[in-house]
């Protein structure tokens, strides 16, 4: 046995050691090779999509405020607008209530200067009926006349 003998049986040898390599390791091996190499893009794949979903639901939320933030503006704008019509609709019922109030006190105030005035009259009427009886019973004399007709108007 010479050296040709071992080296032909070392080259059947690795023949069959790289065929059966090749048939039941190197197949599955590439084979989880391949499907790591998958997950890997899979997972960045997912990252980038992550990331871009991140993105658009940050301007989402931006949107979503700057709406709220304006709706918010026009609630209060018109809160106060609902104010100073209120405020104004206050002022307008105040002036009408004072108004009212004013000729309420005038027609009270007229009311009572009418019953002072025929208070005065009955009073003038008395007056003149009980000087005018003592004008009577009296003698006309003009001394007389004139003193009592100088008291009947120091009376009124």
Do not use: C
Request: proline share 1%.
């Amino acid at each position: 046995m010479s050296i040709t003998a071992t080296l032909i049986g070392q080259i059947i040898t690795f023949a069959i050691l790289v065929w059966f390599i090749g048939k039941y390791l190197w197949e599955p091996m590439t084979q989880m090779m391949d499907d790591r190499k998958k997950r890997i893009a899979d997972g960045l794949a997912a990252a980038e999509r992550g990331v871009h979903e991140q993105e658009l639901a940050e301007q989402k939320v931006i949107e979503r405020l700057k709406e709220a933030k304006e709706q918010a503006a026009e609630i209060l704008a018109l809160a106060q607008k609902r104010g100073a019509e209120i405020i104004e609709d206050a002022k307008d019922d105040a002036k009408a209530e004072g108004a009212r109030l004013i000729t309420a006190a005038n027609a009270e105030i007229e009311q009572e200067v009418n019953r002072a005035k025929e208070s005065l009259r009955a009073q003038v009427v008395d007056i003149t009926l009980a000087a005018a009886g003592k004008i009577v019973k009296k003698e006309i004399d003009a001394k007389t006349h004139g003193d009592l007709l100088k008291d009947v108007v120091g009376q009124i």
